[in-house]
């Protein structure tokens, strides 16, 4: 039982601080502000690569206790919720760029006219 309290104790406290980060970030995305959402994902990517860094070491000791195997699957469940959130942001945003900035269409014919326009049709005029 000595090595399962080791892991226990080697392992709550980067679980416990991946879940303050995604705390955090969930707090940030639900106030929408970019700047705490930018501040928020480099912690948690920091604290979501030291729990899996310790993680691994652990595993490698022997088994990991059922509850912190339990609550790593829940912070990954989040972080991925929180990806799907931003991907959707994400589309939304780029869905309001295009209805508000159309792309132009390409001139018919350049301002140059006809002269112009074989210079890049790779055809020739005699």
């Given at each position: 039982m000595q090595a399962l309290e080791r892991a226990t104790q080697?392992?709550?406290?980067?679980?416990?601080?991946?879940e303050s980060a995604l705390t955090a970030m969930s707090e940030a995305l639900r106030e929408r502000d970019a700047s705490r959402i930018e501040s928020a994902a480099s912690e948690l990517h920091r604290a979501l690569a030291g729990a899996v860094d310790q993680f691994g070491r652990c595993t490698r000791q022997g088994p990991i206790p059922a509850p912190l195997r339990?609550?790593?699957?829940?912070?990954g469940a989040q972080v991925a919720a929180q990806r799907e959130i931003l991907a959707r942001a994400t589309a939304s945003l780029d869905r309001a760029i295009d209805v508000l900035l159309p792309a132009q269409a390409p001139d018919v014919y350049a301002a140059g006219g006809l002269a112009d326009r074989s210079a890049h049709s790779g055809s020739t005029h005699a």
């Open positions: 080697s392992l709550e406290r980067p679980l416990a601080i991946l339990r609550r790593l699957m829940a912070a």
